[in-house]
């Protein structure tokens, strides 16, 4: 019975069927999410008010953009400058926290509830609202620094302080990097470290040498994540200083909301979402390209390819 052939149509119901039970993610994929693609694709070539219908401008959009918006260039550099200093902080914090959770200690698991809870709510309005307050002139950061006879200033409303404390807010919600990080661990045999306890390698010596390789892969999926992430930063910078003090905290995607729903210029905006996406799509593109030279893998004989 089992040796039987299956006709066409038996092959056909099971593909109807199949369909059936997918048509819910289906049709929410179609509809919210590749029809707005390609309609902001289509209203990026435009000039759209959401007041008027949209007039055809062709590239004018994207040429005003890289060749005469300053504020572009603005806004790009400090999401360069945010994404190149956030995204290493945040991953070696995570990466010690994770090592010291993953000790073998009583309680370990009240722990590692305690300092992940967090970032349930770290992405929230609520946590941006108090980090302001947090680092403001009057704020907690101040008083205790004033504990020791130091004058505080306003973190935030200072041009070179002011993105420091997104990029610390953001090492802040480390709670999902470190949870990877901390499975990530827990997959590496014992067996190397007490091999290599045996021949008297030192504890740094085991963390470059058996630790960094074996987790390489999920570093590199951290690290793609991270920039991702960190290039469509909009809260934290729009609750916390809203782009400024003298714009050091204007980032890309508050720059592209301005635009959209401040100045209503949504064919504008719209092309710059699609830049947004190719500086996405280049800068994981080069991480996989790079990938090969560090990212190792048990099952492939070591190296990546």
Known sequence: MFGKKR?????????????????????????????????????????????????????????????????????????????LLAVPIKLFFSLMVAILLNKDIKGMNVYRTAIYFPSLIGGSIAVSALWRNMFGMDGYINHILGWFGITG????????????????????QFGSTMVIFLAGLKQIP??????ASVDGASSIRKFFSITIPMLSPVMFFNLVLGIINSFQMFTSAFVITAGGPANSTYMYVLFLYDKAFKQFQMG?????????????????????IVSKYWVFYESEGGKSK
């Open 7 to 83: 006709g066409i149509g038996w092959i056909y119901q099971q593909n109807v069927a199949g369909y059936v039970f997918i048509s819910p993610w289906l049709i929410g994929f179609l509809l919210l999410t590749l029809w707005p693609i390609l309609q902001s694709f289509y209203l990026s070539f435009t000039d759209y008010s959401l007041l008027d219908s949209p007039t055809w401008v062709g590239t004018r959009n994207y040429s005003e953009i890289l060749q005469s918006d300053k504020l572009f260039l603005k806004s790009l550099t400090v999401t360069f400058v945010f994404v």
């Open 153 to 172: 200033i306003g973190w935030i409303s200072n041009p070179n302080t002011a993105l420091g404390t997104l990029i610390l807010l953001n090492a802040w």
């Open 190 to 195: 014992k067996d190397l470290y007490e091999s």
């Open 268 to 288: 504008y905006a719209s092309a710059l979402a699609w830049i947004l996406l190719v500086i996405i799509g280049v800068f994981t593109a080069l991480n996989f």
